[in-house]
């Protein structure tokens, strides 16, 4: 099903919950996984606002106003969302074609895709 993070001894299978870090959000980009996307500080909020908006290969879950508590009830509706909706299986089709793409940029060699164009590819 799902894994808290990537790597070699924890490969991400079906999605990741995770505070849409970097490093996390580059481990779901090249695993070709949906993420739960789950800010905690700083430019993670503008992570999951584009992740979940323009990139379309997250959702994002609810926080409570003033102390930004999850509950579980709401982390449950979202996982069951990516996985059993027909939104989940957007995501999951969605994030496999920008996969594909991060393959293609990097076997071109990076200086060789204009970041620029990403966005356009994704419009596409």
């Given at each position: ?53 323009n990139m379309k290969m997250a959702i994002g879950v609810e926080q409570r106003d003033g102390d930004r508590f ?55």
């Amino acid at each position: 099903m799902g894994a808290a993070g990537g790597g070699a001894e924890t490969p991400i299978r079906g999605w990741v919950c995770a505070h849409v870090g970097w490093n996390s959000v580059l481990e779901a980009v090249v695993a070709g996984v949906p993420m739960v996307a789950w800010p905690l500080h700083a430019e993670q909020h503008l992570n999951k606002a584009v992740l979940v908006e323009n990139m379309k290969m997250a959702i994002g879950v609810e926080q409570r106003d003033g102390d930004r508590f999850v509950s579980g009830a709401e982390l449950e509706r979202r996982l069951k969302e990516l996985m059993d909706s027909k939104e989940g299986r957007e995501l999951r089709e969605r994030s496999e074609k920008i996969r594909e793409m991060a393959v293609e940029a990097w076997r071109g060699g990076i200086i060789h895709y204009c970041p620029c164009q990403v966005g356009r590819d994704l419009e596409a």
